[in-house]
C-alpha cells in the first residue's frame, strides 16, 4: 500500500477501505506517513467527504491507535457526556456534579480550549490548588468513592487524533463532517463510558454554523456510538450567543456556582437540565425525560448538587471554600464596559467573535504554548431579544492589560448589533437526536 495511491483514490472521490484509512492514521502516528501527505488526504476528505463506512474505519483506527480507558471496575452504568464546542459553554462543571448526585457514575476526560472555543479543563484549574492530572487508579477509586472524577487525560487515548487535529488546524479542515465525527467520537469511545450524551452546537459561535449540517453530524456521531456498543444521543443546542452571560475560566466557575445555586442565567439552567435529564436516562435512571427533568431540578433546589461539586473540587485538591466565597476565585485587575449606542433590541450576536476578543483577553491561546490567565474574560450583561436602551451595559470585560482590554473592546463592539425592530430569542433546545 502507497499513501500516494490513498491519496489519489479520495482526491478523486472513491470509497476507501477500512484497510486503507488504517494504513493512513497507523503510517502517520508512526511517523512514516509526512505531514505534507497527511494534509493533501485530509484535504481531501474534506472535499469529497466520507460515507457511513469510511467514517467508521476512520473512527476505529483512532480508537486503536492508543489506550482504552477499562471502567468496568465502577459499578453501574457510566454515562459521559461531550460538547462539540462553544463559546461559554459551563455546562460539564454543572451536570457532572448532578448527575453524579443522582446515582449515576461521571468518570470524565474533557479538552482544554480549542480554538475560539473554551475547555473545561482550564475551567477547573481556575480553581486555586485544583488538579485535572490524577492516576488512573486514583481516578477510579475517586468514581467508585464519589461517583465524578474529571480529568485531563488518563493513559495515551487516542493519539492519532491529536497529531491530525494539529494538521487540520493549519490546513483549513476542521469543519469536516466525517473529520470532526471520528475525532470526537474516537475519543469518547477509547473514554470507556457506556453511554454518552452528544451536545452538539449549533450558531456563530459553534465549529459548524449551519443547522441541516449540523443535524448531519448529530446524525453520524449517534451511528458511531451505537456501532460501537454504546447508547448515544445528540441534542442540538443553540450557540448562536455565548451560553450563560460569562465567558473565561474563573468567571465561568462563579457562574456554575450560581446555578448550582438555583439562581444563574435561565439559558445556561435549561440546556444544563436538559444535557442531565438525557444522561439519567440513558443511565437508566429515569424511565423518561420529564422524569429526568424532575430529578434534575430537585438536585438544584435542594443544593445537593451544590454540595457535590463542592466534594468533587475538595477530592481533586481544589480550595472548595471558592463555594461561599467567590473572593478566593482569581480576580482580574481591570474591568470595562461597553454601552448601548441606540435604543432598540439585541439582533445579532458574532458568538465566534466573542470567543476570539476572550482569548485576547487571554482566557483561552492564540498559540498552544500559551499560557490561560484564569481571571480575565467577558461578561454578557444583554442577550439576544433583549431590550435595551442607549447607555445600557452590554457587556463588561475583565482583564489585566489595557491594551488587551481595548482590543478585545473594538471586537465586541462590532459583534453585538441592536435593531429597532423586536427580534425573538433563539429556541434553545433544537432538536433531540437518538
Ligand atoms: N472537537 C473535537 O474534539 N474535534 C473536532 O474535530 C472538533 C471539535
Ligand atoms: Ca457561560
Not at 465524578?148 to 492519532?160: L, T
Not at 494539529?166 to 475519543?187: C, E, H, N, Y
Not at 431540578?297 to 451544590?306: A, D, F, H, M, P
Request: proline share 2%; charged share 30%; hydrophobic share 40%.
Amino acid at each position: 500500500m502507497r499513501a500516494y495511491d490513498i491519496i489519489f483514490k479520495k482526491r478523486w472521490n472513491k470509497i476507501l477501505s477500512s484497510s486503507e484509512i488504517d494504513f493512513m492514521v497507523k503510517g502517520f502516528v508512526k511517523g512514516i506517513i509526512p505531514n505534507y501527505q497527511m494534509s493533501a488526504f485530509l484535504m481531501a476528505v474534506a472535499i469529497n467527504g466520507m460515507n457511513t463506512d469510511e467514517t467508521l474505519s476512520l473512527t476505529k483506527s483512532f480508537v486503536d491507535s492508543g489506550d482504552i480507558i477499562d471502567l468496568s471496575s465502577i459499578p453501574g452504568i457510566k454515562v459521559d457526556k461531550h460538547s462539540s464546542g462553544g463559546v461559554g459553554d459551563t455546562t460539564t462543571l454543572i451536570v457532572a456534579p448532578i448527575v453524579a448526585e443522582a446515582g449515576i457514575s461521571v468518570a470524565k476526560m474533557s479538552g482544554k480550549g480549542l480554538g475560539h472555543s473554551g475547555g473545561t479543563i482550564d475551567k477547573l484549574e481556575s480553581i486555586p490548588r485544583f488538579s485535572t492530572k490524577i492516576s488512573k487508579n486514583d481516578f477510579i477509586k475517586q468514581v467508585k468513592d464519589i461517583g465524578i472524577a474529571v480529568v485531563g487525560k488518563i493513559g495515551n487515548v487516542v493519539p492519532a487524533d491529536k497529531l491530525i487535529y494539529a494538521l487540520r488546524d493549519v490546513t483549513a479542515t476542521v469543519d469536516s463532517l466525517p473529520l470532526i465525527a471520528s475525532s470526537i467520537m474516537s475519543k469518547k469511545i477509547a473514554g470507556g463510558a457506556d453511554a454518552i450524551v452528544l451536545d452538539v452546537k449549533v450558531g456563530s459561535g459553534a465549529f459548524i454554523e449551519d443547522e441541516e449540517k449540523v443535524e448531519k453530524l448529530a446524525k453520524i456521531m449517534v451511528n458511531i456510538g451505537k456501532c460501537f456498543g454504546k447508547k448515544t444521543r445528540s441534542i442540538i443546542t443553540d450557540m448562536s450567543q455565548p451560553l450563560g452571560n460569562a465567558i473565561g475560566n474563573s468567571l465561568e466557575v462563579e457562574e456554575a456556582i450560581k446555578i448550582l445555586k438555583g439562581n444563574g442565567s435561565q439559558d445556561l439552567r435549561e440546556v444544563c437540565i436538559n444535557i442531565a435529564a438525557n444522561m439519567l436516562l440513558l443511565g437508566e435512571k429515569v424511565e423518561d425525560l420529564e422524569e429526568g427533568i424532575e430529578i434534575t431540578e430537585e438536585i438544584l433546589t435542594s443544593g445537593r448538587g451544590l454540595d457535590k461539586f463542592k466534594q468533587f473540587i475538595s477530592h481533586q485538591g481544589g480550595n472548595s471554600n471558592i463555594v461561599e466565597d467567590i473572593s478566593l476565585l482569581p480576580k482580574a485587575r481591570y474591568k470595562d464596559e461597553l454601552v448601548a449606542k441606540y435604543n432598540g433590541f439585541i439582533s445579532k450576536i458574532d458568538c465566534k467573535q466573542i470567543g476570539i476578543a476572550s482569548i485576547i483577553l487571554g482566557a483561552g491561546r492564540e498559540k498552544k504554548e500559551d499560557i490561560i490567565d484564569p481571571s480575565v474574560g467577558i461578561v454578557m450583561e444583554k442577550r439576544l431579544g433583549d431590550n435595551v436602551k442607549i447607555k445600557d451595559k452590554n457587556c463588561t470585560i475583565y482583564g489585566n492589560d489595557f491594551s488587551k482590554i481595548e482590543e478585545a473592546k473594538k471586537i465586541l463592539e462590532k459583534s453585538v448589533e441592536i435593531s429597532k425592530k423586536r427580534v425573538s430569542k433563539p429556541i434553545l433546545i433544537k432538536k433531540i437526536i437518538d
